[in-house]
């Protein structure tokens, strides 16, 4: 059921997009409003990620561009959500995390008739992202996100699910510095874009995890009075 704290005189389901650096903290953001909205996270790299673990053809040909810490072609990425979004779970709502990347994805989405009623960019200095990705740790298993350091898996070199934790390929300080350029060069053009459309709240990642989630929420929350 939707959280009638947050609909406020705002009575739409969330169709919410976070924007943001990598490892601004999307995931782990879209973690704790997934859970507290019931509504389904859809990250385009963990659809990515799954593709190449499949070794499907399109996780073939993704493989080179995540390793470059480039994006995947505008086409693939939006076949991939039209599909996704047009499944049961996302009726009620859903979130956006890593989508879009790109303005052709972002109108893209609109020509799909999709009507996104918030998006909120966590906003992170790249000195500080490139420390946090040092230190991420993800399940290989289930997919949850550590950090060794500000958010510990409670079963140390394990999740709580059993799965063993390892390093993303992709957070190779090399490859972390390429996705930021890519990030600025392509991404954060999407700010303006949302914020021409009266939809862009901006959030300062704080240093306790926590910290932004309040902030992420008291953004969401602020929806309803818009
Ligand atoms: P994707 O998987 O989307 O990666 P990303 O956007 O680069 O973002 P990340 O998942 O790395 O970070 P995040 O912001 O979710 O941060 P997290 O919560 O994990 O995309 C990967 C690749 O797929 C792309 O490079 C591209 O090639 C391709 N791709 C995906 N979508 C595409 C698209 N639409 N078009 C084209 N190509 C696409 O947090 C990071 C770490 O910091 C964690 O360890 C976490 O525990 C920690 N942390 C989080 N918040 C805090 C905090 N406040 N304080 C301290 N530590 C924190």
Redesign the pocket.
Known sequence: MPDKERLGCDMRPIQLI?L???????????SVISEKYHIPTI????L??EAIARQTPLGMS?KK??DA??????Q??IDM?QDRLSQPDCADGFIL??????VP?AQALEEMGVSITDVIS?E?PDEEIQK??E????CSVCGA???V???PSPAGDRCPCGGMLTV?S??DPAVVAS?LA??HSMTEPLKEYYAKKGLLKIVQ?????A??TAHTLAALASRGGR
């Open positions: 976070l943001g650096a990598p490892g601004a903290g999307k995931g782990t953001q879209a990250s385009t790299g963990a990515i990620r993704a561009y995540i810490g480039a994006l995947v072609p505008d693939v990425v959500i995390d890593g989508f879009p990347r790109t994805q966590i992170v946090r990705m230190g991420r740790r993800i996100t550590f950090h350091e500000h958010n993303r992709d957070d996705r890519t990030y990642g704080q240093k306790q995890i910290d932004t």
